[in-house]
């Protein structure tokens, strides 16, 4: 089992353009994060997802979309990337009742 | 806003010894945990207490947690160059949704 995956692993953008980071796991997991972390900062979360076909919002979601269109997907967007979504991004699941978090490699974002 | 505040924000032992971390958070949980982060890796879980618990050991982990102080403390023994990363304690308050704190550096000198 592959576990959490993210693509891509690095990506540099110019302001405003959009991208999407993709969040993959093959555990079968129900919910899936989005979080993003910056120095000093620990993690915060941003989106998150309680079932395909469901999404909600963190502590830090503006300036961004998600979607869950299948079960093991989670896709993170920025419309209009700017240079305070310069981070590390970190996708995670988990299951109902599984208070633990598994948590992929993450995705170095720089915008520039 | 961060629920958990980390002390200290970096420690350096020599391996060996014992590496104690603390985290304090603000408001009632239903269990606290503490994840290790390798440098450019993503978080490993570690442990989790629950609200009703006061201690629970892991191999070479002790986690205590004190929910009349709001505080939880990880104490590592007998260090290895291996645990040098960042430990981060996270809080959930419900709908598995975790806050997390803003972590502890620790480096193991050999």
């Known amino acids: 089992n592959a576990g959490v995956t993210q693509t891509p692993k690095f990506r540099v953008l110019k302001t405003g353009q959009s991208m999407t980071l993709l969040c993959a796991q093959d555990?079968?997991?129900?919910?899936m994060y989005w979080y993003r972390q910056d120095p000093g900062m620990g993690l915060r979360l941003i989106h998150y997802?309680?079932?395909?076909?469901?999404?909600a919002k963190g502590e830090v979601p503006d300036g961004y979309n998600v979607s869950r269109l299948k079960k093991q997907n989670f896709l993170l967007g920025l419309e209009s990337a700017a240079p305070s979504q310069t981070s590390v991004y970190f996708c995670?699941?988990?299951?109902?009742?599984?208070?633990?978090?598994?948590f992929g490699p993450g995705t170095r974002l720089t915008v520039l | 806003s961060q629920q958990g505040e980390e002390d200290p924000q970096a420690l350096s032992i020599q391996e060996g010894e014992n590496a104690t971390m603390n985290c304090s958070y603000k408001t009632s949980i239903n269990n606290l945990q503490w994840y290790r982060q390798n440098s450019g890796r993503g978080l490993v879980h570690l442990i989790l207490?629950?609200?009703?618990?006061r201690e629970k050991h892991s191999g070479r982990l002790r986690v205590t947690l004190d929910t009349s102080k709001k505080s939880s403390s990880l104490l590592i023994t007998a260090s290895r160059a291996a645990d040098t990363a960042s430990y981060f304690c996270a809080t959930d308050r419900g709908a598995q949704k975790l806050v997390f704190g803003q972590g502890t550096r620790l480096t193991i000198n050999p």
């Open positions: 995670a699941s988990s299951y109902p009742g599984l208070a633990e978090q598994f």
């Open positions: 997802s309680v079932g395909e076909g469901t999404t």
């Open positions: 207490i629950r609200s009703n618990e």
């Open positions: 555990m079968n997991h129900e919910y």
